[in-house]
């Protein structure tokens, strides 16, 4: 007995209480009602007690032993404890990061864990209905509210309402976004708060502890959504290329090809959940929490700024760079770009690289074929927004009328427009072109000489001066597309594994 109470411990949640006696942990859950959980009465603790063990023994089945009762004085019961076996506090994940001890191998397992889950986890129309965009748009409403009856020593409000603009203008136009992840099976019951503190990396694997018990409906999510978490926490422990790490291997095992922006949205919505737990644990008497719910609601607006849904212009002359810049920008941010000369050439039957070289407004470049050219281009970068993709345009951009209707898409869309104009001397211009030995373009220096002719005045794009090396055009660039940096970037590519 005297070991046991030698180890004793306990530890204290905003809902809960945990005592640790010798081998085993024993659960309290705090007679409160948050609204977003009601352990009021003892028959809730009790129910609440028994979903905790059923629930989470599909992650942990030897940690979660059962449910004890408590009897008080009198032999009724009076409360429940969920019965664990104790893990060892030294091998909690959040611990091994604080210590900077290796823990990939353990992370990757866990991505494992999780997505094999997933692939058998529980689905139907009513888990699939919690996930729509009006059901995640109803829950950011939700949690902006509760963070506003907060005192404003906890999250500023000017935060709260660049968080409210950020992510109600990417859920605005990503309806067929979220309406595919539900076709493609990709809502179910999961496990709901998945945090580095809860995650034990033991010699035989990994122990993932404590999903969401108390409210089925917060638990039936997009699995993406459900990873999201643990990358938000990693990163709020400081390891943002392990948060990035295990988001890759989720998706890997998951087979999930999800935007880049849409992870982003779920990483900010779960750091914003953290911040509102963060502003209750404040009023419950932790001094601490305010700064923490800071923290968190920073997280939050990184990866809204990240995961911005825009629609980016490259254009200019022959010769300027302009294909080159919108290729470097892609592969930076993780970006899908459509081109106008291939989608032209598409729509006449031919090649990208088969020579189609006509005078100019002539062939495949008369107004009608132009027309064509970028009404396509518009119809395809609609979907690819839609679907939550940042788009970038490579054309010419010469022409009001064209970049008009881009505009009228991106606002149709809820894109931000960006547009830029490459601009190189006319001598380099020139030399590019005659150094071409093959590519897309048709154009040459007498093209070159009758668009300039014909382009319309484009005050609103940003200027790129494309006349010296790539690298350079493209550290200008990237100021103006993501004028908050661009350090975010989790584009879709497996990682190998550790070692």
């Not at 209707?405 to 960006?418: G, N, Q, T």
Request: charged share 25%; hydrophobic share 40%.
């Amino acid at each position: 007995m005297t070991d046991q109470v030698s180890n004793a411990a306990v530890s204290e949640t905003h809902s809960g209480v945990v005592f640790f006696v010798g081998d085993r942990a024993y659960k309290l859950k705090k007679p409160l009602d948050l609204g977003f959980l009601d352990f009021s009465t003892r028959e809730r603790r009790e129910h609440a007690c028994h979903e905790e063990v059923r629930l989470n023994r599909r992650f942990a089945p030897d940690v979660y032993l059962g449910v004890c009762d408590v009897h008080g004085p009198d032999g009724n019961v009076c409360d429940h404890l969920v019965t664990m076996r104790r893990m060892p506090a030294d091998r909690r994940m959040s611990t091994l990061i604080k210590a900077h001890e290796p823990v990939e191998g353990a992370l990757r397992d866990t991505a494992r864990i999780l997505a094999a889950w997933h692939a058998e986890a529980p689905r139907g129309p009513q888990i699939s209905a919690q996930e729509t965009r009006d059901a995640v748009r109803s829950r950011w409403h939700d949690s902006f509210e509760q963070a506003r009856a907060f005192p404003v020593h906890g999250v500023a409000p000017s935060a709260v309402t660049e968080i409210e603009r950020l992510a109600t203008g990417f859920l605005a136009g990503r309806d067929p976004l979220f309406n595919a992840r539900i076709a493609d099976g990709r809502v179910l019951d999961g496990h709901g708060d998945l945090l580095a503190t809860d995650i034990f990396c033991l010699d035989d694997g990994p122990r993932i502890l404590d999903c969401l018990e108390f409210d089925e409906h917060l638990r039936w999510l997009d699995g993406l959504d459900d990873a999201s978490f643990l990358a938000m926490d990693l990163e709020h422990l400081g390891a943002p290329d392990l948060a990035e790490r295990f988001i890759g291997w989720y998706t890997e095992f998951a087979a999930d090809p999800a935007p880049p922006s849409l992870r982003h949205h779920y990483v900010a919505y779960r750091a914003f959940v953290r911040a509102k737990v963060a502003c209750l644990r404040h009023a419950q008497g932790d001094d601490h929490a305010a700064a923490e719910a800071r923290d968190y609601a920073d997280l939050a607006v990184r990866h809204l700024r990240a995961g911005k849904v825009d629609l980016i212009l490259v254009g200019g002359l022959p010769g300027t760079g302009k294909s080159s810049l919108a290729g470097a920008l892609a592969d930076r941010l993780g970006c899908t770009v459509l081109s106008s000369d291939r989608v032209r050439k598409e729509l006449a039957g031919i090649t990208p690289e088969t020579p189609a070289a006509t005078p100019y407004g002539t062939g495949i470049y008369t107004p009608e074929w132009s027309r064509r050219t970028y009404q396509e281009l518009a119809g395809r970068a609609a979907w690819l927004l839609q679907m939550g993709e940042t788009v970038i345009l490579d054309a010419s951009w010469t022409d009001k009328t064209e970049r008009d209707l881009i505009a009228s898409v991106a606002r149709r869309e809820h894109a931000d427009l960006i547009p830029l104009r490459c601009d190189a001397p006319e001598t380099l211009t020139a030399e590019r072109m005659r150094q071409r030995t093959q590519g897309v373009s048709d154009a040459d220096t007498d093209i070159a000489l009758a668009m300039t002719a014909h382009t319309a005045p484009w005050p609103e794009a940003t200027t790129i001066d494309t006349g010296g090396p790539l690298p350079a055009a493209l550290e200008r660039a990237l100021p103006v597309v993501r004028p908050h940096g661009a350090e975010l970037v989790w584009p879709r590519r497996p990682f190998l594994s550790p070692g």
